[in-house]
């Protein structure tokens, strides 16, 4: 009888010991490849809200007092709606590197600030002086992360870029919330979209989750989309590698979510729509959602020049 309980105990202390072996494993793995959007994105990383976006006092003021339900304090999304958060697209937006990223690594960086400018009326200019007054600096002491819009008192608006970051997708990324864009889950209207997993959800970042109400907004229009570079992934933010956080409602689109590689067409139309509505003459008719060229105003950019995962 005693030989049989010793066995049993030492059966279940092995058994105790496998599961904290593969808690840890699955804690390891979470860190690891996502077999549904490829690796981790860098920017869940971050300590900050969302994980990469840096909030000005008055924004984590009023993020918290809505929390809090103290108050009606209110924060604009999907874009940003304070106009004083806005560059000038009359004017060229000047940006400069800090001295932290190698020549390949600007090289980079200026591609996704090349490709902004190839699909928008926005213009960057470099400058090498020293970062002062309202500009982007690019630096990397603190991961992938962002403020939301230009610094309202005209100082520099600073994009961590460290060097895990340095892909264009990411930088791309990065720089949309330099220039105003909240992430696209985010959105009052997410829940017709998709299905947020709380269960699944780390216990510490449930607030990463949070969505605004529909006075909340200003999304200029443009629809729900699936494939915009500003989506989380399907496992952001997890308890373990295995679980999902957000299920997209058509099964076809989970794969899509959270996607890195490329601005989708709703990306760049919200962008046109915010920053160029008015570097056109006149605005030619469109078809299926399309926008009169900021950059050749003879010409329509229609659905399908690029991938878009909207409804």
Not at 25 to 38: E, H, I, P, V
Not at 49 to 76: C, F, W
Not at 160 to 166: D, V
Request: charged share 30%; net charge neutral.
């Amino acid at each position: 009888m005693n030989d049989f309980m010793e066995k049993q105990h030492k059966s279940e202390r092995i058994n105790q010991n496998k599961t904290k072996v593969d808690d840890a494993l699955r804690g390891f793995y979470r860190k690891m490849k996502d077999d549904s959007n490829n690796a981790i994105s860098p920017e869940e990383n971050g300590r900050h809200y969302e994980g990469d976006i840096i909030l000005t006092p008055d924004q984590a003021e009023a993020i918290y007092s809505r929390m809090t339900e103290q108050n009606n304090t209110r924060v604009k999304r999907k874009f940003i709606g304070s106009k004083v958060r806005r560059w000038d697209p009359r004017k060229p937006i000047m940006y400069s590197f800090d001295g932290a990223h190698t020549p390949r690594e600007q090289r980079i960086i200026e591609l996704a600030l090349e490709h902004w400018h190839n699909i928008t009326c926005l213009n960057f200019i470099r400058l090498d002086d020293e970062p002062k007054g309202n500009r982007i600096v690019f630096t990397d002491v603190d991961g992938c992360a962002s403020n939301v819009g230009r610094h309202p008192l005209g100082e520099p608006q600073y994009v961590s870029l460290a060097p895990e970051c340095i892909r264009l997708g990411i930088i791309t990324h990065e720089v949309m919330h330099s220039l105003g864009a909240w992430h696209e889950q985010s959105r009052p209207d997410r829940d017709y979209y998709v299905n947020v997993r709380w269960e699944n959800i780390d216990r510490d970042s449930k607030g990463q989750f949070l969505k605004e109400q529909p006075a909340d907004v200003d999304s200029a229009g443009v629809p729900y989309d699936y494939g915009s570079i500003m989506h989380y992934r399907s496992k952001a933010f997890a308890r373990y590698d295995d679980l999902f956080t957000i299920n997209t409602y058509i099964s076809d689109y989970q794969r899509t979510i959270g996607q890195r590689d490329q601005l989708s067409f709703n990306d760049i139309r919200l962008m046109n729509k915010v920053y160029c509505s008015n570097s056109c003459p006149r605005k030619l008719a469109c078809q299926r959602g399309g926008y009169t060229d900021p950059r050749n105003c003879l010409d329509n950019v229609c659905f399908g020049f690029s991938d878009s995962f909207h409804l």
